[in-house]
C-alpha cells in the first residue's frame, strides 16, 4: 500500500483529513510511488495561522541569524543530492543527470539568499534639507506562498523559498500534485536544517488548495510558476484579494539558426534543448528557424540526432531522455503531433508509438521533428511541452525577427551565428525575457531574475536574486529630524 503523504505545519509532519487523494505515478513503468491528498481549507488555514504566529519573532531575528539555517541546508542538500535526485527522476521521468543538475541550480538559490544581510540593505540621503536625513529601509511581507508545476520539482520551489525565509517571512509550499515526494524529502532536510517551526509550511493538494491560499487574507504575496492559462487565473484571483503576485506561464521557445552557425554545435545544443527534460521545460526550444542556406544541414542533422537519441528509463545512466510525466500528456501530445501533420507539416522524425523494453506501462514519447510548420497553424504557436521540434524556414533574418515577435509568449528565444553585428540586433530586437546567443537553453543563475515576457509572465518582479529580495519586502522610507537642542544632556 503507497504511503499517503504527509504536510509538514508549524514544525511538525500532520497527516491531512483530505476526502481525496491522488496516486502518484513513476512515469517510465506507471508504478504507484506515494499518494498525496488534496487538502482541504481548513487544513490551509491552519498551516498560514502557524506561519502568521511565527512571523513577529522570525522577522525580529537578525539577518545573519536567519541565513545559518540555510547554510545548514545547503550542507544537508549537497549531502543527499544522490538521493533526491534519484527521486526527481522516480517521480518526474527525467534523466538522472538532469535531476543533478536542477537540484545544482537549487543550492545556487540557497547560496546566493545566504547574501541577504547584503542584498536587503537599503538606502539613505543626509541633509535632504538642512538636519533632516531620510531613509530607505526594506521590511518583510508576512505570510508568503509559492505554487509550484511538475517540470522542476528539485528547483523550482528555490526560485522562492530561500528568498521569502531569509528576508523574514513565513513561508508557504503547494507543490505539484504530480510530483509531492522531492518536495516532502526536501522538507525533511529543511526540518533537520533548524528554522524555527512555522517558518516554513508544505501543504499537499491541488485546485481547492490553491484557491484557498489565493483568498486567504493572510497570505500577503503570492509566487507561481505553470501553465499560462492557470498563471494568469492565478495572477487576477491573488490581486482581487490584494496580495502580490508573480506568476510565471508557459512556453513557446523559437531557436533561429543562421547559415554562418557552426551546424554540429547547433545540432548538438538544439537537439539538448530540444529533447532534454523530454522537451518538458519552459526554457525547451519548440521551434527552430533556419535562415537562408542554414535550412538543408541544419534540418538533416537535427533529424539524424532525433532518431540516435537514447530513449528510457531515467535512472538508467545510458538514457539521454526519459518518458512525459503522464499518459494524459502522451495522448496530448500525440494528437498535436498529427493536428501538425493535418495543417500540413511533413513528420520527418516520428516518435509515436514506440516501445522501451522494461518500461512498458511508461509513458514514452520519443523525439519527433517537424518540418515545412505552417506559422499560422496551431502548431506553431501552441506549447507542446513534449520531444517535438518544429523546423520553419525564413529567407532572412528580419523574416525570422518578425516570426520570433509573433509569438504571445516571451520565456526565450536564442539565436546561432559567428556574426557579432547580427547576434546584437537579434538580443536587441527579439520580444523575450531571457535570450541565448549560441546557447540553447539561456537558464538565468540564481544571481539574475528570470526574466520571461508576454503570456510567459504576469507581474512586474521575477523569481530569484534582487527582483526576489524586491518582491518578498516592502520598502519603508523615514524622514528624521534631531533638533540640537533637543541633546544637550551630553
Ligand atoms: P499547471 O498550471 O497545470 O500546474 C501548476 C500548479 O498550479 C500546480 O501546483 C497545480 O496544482 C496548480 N493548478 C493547476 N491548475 C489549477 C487551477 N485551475 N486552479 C488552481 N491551481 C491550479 O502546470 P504544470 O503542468 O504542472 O507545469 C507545466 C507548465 O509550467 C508548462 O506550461 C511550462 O511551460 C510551465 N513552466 C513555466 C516556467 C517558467 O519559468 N515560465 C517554468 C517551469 C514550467
Not at 412 to 433: L, P, Q, S
Amino acid at each position: 500500500m503507497a504511503r499517503l503523504l504527509e504536510n509538514f505545519v508549524d514544525g511538525g509532519w500532520r497527516a491531512s483529513r483530505a476526502s481525496e487523494s491522488l496516486d502518484v505515478l513513476n512515469p517510465a513503468t506507471a508504478q504507484v510511488l506515494a499518494k498525496v491528498p488534496l487538502s482541504p481549507a481548513e487544513e490551509v488555514d491552519s498551516a498560514v495561522q502557524a506561519a502568521a504566529n511565527a512571523f513577529a519573532a522570525w522577522r525580529r531575528t537578525p539577518a545573519g541569524e536567519r541565513i545559518q539555517p540555510l547554510f545548514r541546508l545547503k550542507a544537508l542538500m549537497e549531502e543527499n543530492l544522490d538521493a533526491l535526485a534519484r527521486t526527481i527522476t522516480e517521480e518526474c521521468g527525467k534523466v538522472y543527470s538532469e535531476s543533478a543538475g536542477e537540484l545544482r541550480r537549487a543550492i545556487e538559490n540557497v547560496e546566493t539568499a545566504c547574501g541577504i544581510p547584503v542584498l536587503m540593505q537599503g538606502v539613505n540621503n543626509e541633509d535632504i534639507a538642512s538636519g533632516i536625513d531620510e531613509h530607505m529601509i526594506r521590511q518583510p511581507l508576512g505570510v508568503v506562498a509559492a505554487i509550484t508545476p511538475f517540470n522542476f520539482p528539485g528547483m523550482i520551489p528555490f526560485w522562492f523559498l530561500p528568498y521569502a525565509v531569509a528576508t523574514g517571512n513565513c513561508f508557504l509550499l503547494k507543490p505539484s500534485e504530480r510530483v509531492p515526494v522531492t518536495s516532502w524529502k526536501l522538507f525533511e532536510l529543511l526540518e533537520r536544517a533548524g528554522f524555527p517551526p512555522g517558518v516554513l509550511q508544505l501543504v499537499n493538494g491541488g485546485r481547492d488548495t490553491v484557491n484557498a491560499l489565493l483568498d486567504h487574507p493572510l497570505v500577503r504575496a503570492i509566487s507561481f510558476v505553470g501553465s499560462t492559462a492557470t498563471a494568469r487565473y492565478i495572477y487576477s484571483r491573488a490581486a482581487a484579494s490584494g496580495k502580490r503576485a508573480q506568476c510565471q506561464g508557459g512556453a513557446k521557445n523559437p531557436v533561429v539558426i543562421l547559415p554562418d552557425a557552426d551546424m554540429e554545435m547547433t545540432t548538438r545544443i538544439l537537439a539538448d534543448s530540444a529533447f532534454g527534460c523530454a522537451g518538458q521545460r519552459c526554457l525547451a526550444a519548440s521551434v527552430a528557424i533556419t535562415v537562408g542556406d542554414a535550412r538543408g544541414p541544419l534540418t538533416g542533422q537535427i533529424a539524424e540526432a532525433s532518431r540516435k537519441r537514447k530513449v528510457g528509463n531515467g535512472l538508467d545512466r545510458d538514457m539521454e531522455m526519459g518518458p512525459v510525466i503522464s499518459a494524459q500528456s502522451k495522448a496530448r501530445i500525440e494528437a498535436l503531433i498529427a493536428q501538425g501533420q493535418q495543417e500540413g507539416a511533413k513528420v520527418l522524425v516520428d516518435g509515436r508509438g514506440k516501445a522501451v523494453a522494461g518500461c512498458d506501462g511508461g509513458f514514452f514519447v520519443f523525439p519527433t521533428v517537424l518540418d515545412e510548420v505552417p506559422p499560422q497553424g496551431e502548431i506553431a504557436r501552441t506549447e507542446i511541452f513534449g520531444p517535438v521540434l518544429s523546423l520553419m524556414h525564413a529567407s532572412n533574418l528580419s523574416e525570422a525577427i518578425e516570426m520570433v515577435n509573433a509569438r504571445s509568449y516571451g520565456n526565450m528565444a536564442c539565436i546561432f551565428t559567428t556574426d557579432g553585428a547580427n547576434a546584437r540586433r537579434f538580443r536587441y530586437e527579439v520580444n523575450a525575457g531571457n535570450v541565448g546567443i549560441n546557447v540553447g537553453v539561456a537558464a538565468p543563475i540564481s544571481n539574475f531574475p528570470f526574466s520571461g515576457w508576454g503570456d510567459s509572465f504576469f507581474g512586474d518582479l521575477h523569481a530569484q536574486a534582487h527582483h526576489g529580495v524586491e518582491f518578498y519586502t516592502q520598502t519603508k522610507v523615514v524622514v528624521e529630524r534631531w533638533p540640537r537642542d533637543w541633546s544637550r544632556r551630553f
